[in-house]
Nanobody, 110 residues
Framework: QVQASGGGLVQPGGSLRLSCTTSGSSVSTLTMGWYRQAPGKQRELVATITSGGSTNYGDSVKGRFTISRDNAKNTVYLQINSLKPEDTAIYYC??????WGQGTQVTVSS
């Protein structure tokens, strides 16, 4: 099971931290990823973190988004800063390039 949370309505320039938990395995042994899908658009990669801690980001979020994990809490985070209206989307967590969570809505609007 993969579960994402932390979305909401935020003003442009604001920040949010999304959380993703999974059951059955430690996030420290998995590749975990965040993806997003805006209305009318394809789902796109936001960020991934490997078991070794290597991170990768989509071009549109580099420098503004940070993926991290807390092994003790078995949680992966996505810190999103300097939010723009075009960041509005449903954000999904993915485990091991296989299992999707239910998504959490992020809306950036004044």
């Amino acid at each position: 099971q993969v579960q994402a949370s932390g979305g909401g309505l935020v003003q442009p320039g604001g920040s949010l931290r999304l959380s993703c938990t999974t059951s059955g395995s430690s996030v420290s042994t998995l590749t975990m990823g965040w993806y997003r899908q805006a209305p009318g658009k394809q789902r796109e990669l936001v960020a991934t973190i490997t078991s070794g801690g290597s991170t990768n980001y989509g071009d549109s979020v580099k420098g503004r988004f940070t993926i991290s994990r807390d092994n003790a809490k078995n949680t992966v985070y996505l810190q999103i800063n300097s939010l723009k209206p075009e960041d509005t989307a449903i954000y999904y967590c993915r485990r091991s390039f296989l299992y999707w969570g239910q998504g959490t809505q992020v809306t950036v609007s004044s």
